[in-house]
Structure formats: C-alpha cells, structure tokens
C-alpha cells in the first residue's frame, strides 16, 4: 500500500521562529494532500490541504509546497506561538479515498 | 454542522476475545474509515467504506473485520483481542469529492480507547 514517510517525529522550536515538516510519498497517482494537527486529547483536524494541481498554498501563517517530481510536500509553519505546539500528521490519498497518514511530528514551541 | 459519535468510549478487554466498536456519523457522509492510533504515534488505515454496503481494505486489516450496515453507520471489529494491546481507535467520515473539489475533509469521532488484558 501507499507509504507516506514524514520527518522529523519531534521537532523543537523557539516562540517566533518558523517550523518545518516533510513529507514524501510513493504513488505518482496522489492527488490530494492535506495536513492534520492534534491536540493533546483531541481528535485530527484539518489545518491545510493541497492538490497536485498547485504547487504553494498559503493560510493564517500555514504554507504548504508540493513538489509532484520528487514525491514530496512540506508544512511550513511561519511566526509560531505556543499554542501551535501540538502533533502533526500529513497525509496522501491513494486510489481515490484511502487516505493513508504519515507517523506524525510532535511540535513543540518555547516561549 | 454533524457529529460522529463513537461507541464505547473505552472498552477493556480479554486476550483472545472477540470485540466490536461502533460508529454513528450524521453528517450523511458516503465515506467513512477506521483508523488505529498507537500511543505519540501515527494514523494507520484498517478498513474503510466508499459507500453503504461497500468495504476496502486498509493497510493494517489483518485481524479486523468492517462492517458498513447503513450510510450513517460503520463498526469495526477486532477478531482476537492481542494481550496488553493499548491503542485509540478512531472512527472518520468525509464526503469526499471524486471531482477534485474542496469537499475531501476527513471528520473524527472522539475515538474508542482499548486496554486488553
């Protein structure tokens, strides 16, 4: 099945700095990429998504990039705040609905 | 706005037992997915449902069984519960839009928690 592989699994931060996140991918046939953040004891909730017809989208200080050649997307997270500490899940459909996830990066934003 | 609403909350079990946990969406959702989330870790993909009375495959559906009795509904059940398996099982529907539209987010119930002992 789809393998999606997302790195690092912890990453650290001071308040005020950017944060990246990065994601590759097997199956040339994705098409839909959407990004999940958890906060301690709650359910997934979408943040952002991207599709493989764009290459950048951006909202409320969330940047995506998807780059189809390599089989890669990335989560960049501009001007963090402590409330942005939480884990993060990407994620690539495969065959239509499958949406398989990757392992997760725990973020985590210093004062 | 809907809800997906997962039953039981927590669910303690024996090694080797038969288990069923169960999912109730109104949002009128076509799709809905079975996901097992281990402790600090990822989502893995057990079984998932494109429409009433349809089951796919997930990557991890070796000792589950799926069963999507109506549109709102989707259980899922564990055939032989592992001794001092720990993980959250999480329940999701989505509308998802075949066309490639906006409509492809994924919502998750509060998740069944299980213990076996």
Same mark, same amino acid.
């Given at each position: 099945?789809?393998?999606?592989?997302?790195?690092?699994?912890?990453?650290?931060?001071?308040?005020?700095?950017?944060?990246?996140?990065?994601?590759?991918?097997?199956?040339?046939?994705?098409?839909?990429?959407?990004?999940?953040?958890?906060?301690?004891?709650?359910?997934?909730?979408?943040?952002? &998504?991207?599709?493989?017809?764009?290459?950048?989208?951006?909202?409320?200080?969330?940047?995506?990039?998807? &780059?189809?050649?390599?089989?890669?997307?990335?989560?960049?997270?501009? &001007?963090?705040?402590?409330? &942005?500490?939480?884990?993060?899940?990407?994620?690539?459909?495969?065959?239509?609905?499958?949406?398989?996830?990757?392992?997760?990066?725990?973020?985590?934003?210093?004062? | 706005?809907?809800?997906?609403?997962?039953?039981?909350?927590?669910?303690?079990?024996?090694?080797? +037992?038969?288990?069923?946990?169960?999912? +109730?969406?109104?949002?009128?959702?076509?799709?809905?997915? @079975?996901?097992?989330?281990?402790? /600090?870790?990822?989502?893995?993909?057990?079984?998932?449902?494109?429409?009433?009375?349809?089951? +796919?495959? /997930?990557?991890?559906?070796?000792?589950?069984?799926?069963?999507?009795?109506?549109?709102?509904?989707?259980?899922?059940? %564990?055939?032989?519960?592992?001794?001092?398996?720990?993980? %959250?099982?999480?329940?999701?529907?989505?509308?998802?839009? @075949?066309?490639?539209?906006? +409509?492809?987010?994924?919502?998750?119930?509060?998740?069944?928690?299980?213990? %076996?002992?």
């Amino acid at each position: 099945g789809e393998q999606v592989e997302q790195l690092p699994s912890i990453l650290r931060v001071q308040e005020g700095s950017s944060a990246s996140i990065n994601c590759t991918y097997e199956n040339s046939a994705s098409n839909y990429f959407p990004w999940y953040k958890q906060e301690p004891g709650e359910n997934p909730k979408l943040i952002i &998504d991207i599709r493989s017809n764009m290459e950048r989208k951006q909202t409320q200080g969330l940047i995506v990039l998807l &780059d189809k050649k390599a089989k890669r997307f990335s989560l960049h997270i501009t &001007d963090t705040q402590p409330g &942005d500490s939480a884990m993060y899940f990407c994620a690539a459909n495969n065959a239509g609905a499958k949406l398989t996830f990757g392992g997760g990066t725990r973020l985590t934003v210093r004062p | 706005g809907g809800i997906i609403t997962q039953t039981p909350k927590f669910l303690i079990g024996q090694e080797g +037992q038969k288990l069923t946990l169960k999912c +109730q969406q109104n949002f009128n959702h076509d799709t809905m997915y @079975w996901y097992r989330q281990d402790s /600090g870790k990822g989502l893995r993909l057990i079984y998932y449902s494109i429409t009433e009375n349809d089951l +796919q495959k /997930g990557d991890l559906s070796e000792g589950y069984d799926a069963s999507r009795e109506k549109k709102s509904s989707f259980s899922l059940t %564990v055939t032989s519960a592992q001794k001092n398996e720990m993980a %959250v099982f999480l329940c999701a529907s989505s509308i998802w839009d @075949w066309g490639g539209g906006s +409509q492809n987010t994924l919502y998750f119930g509060a998740g069944t928690r299980l213990s %076996v002992l």
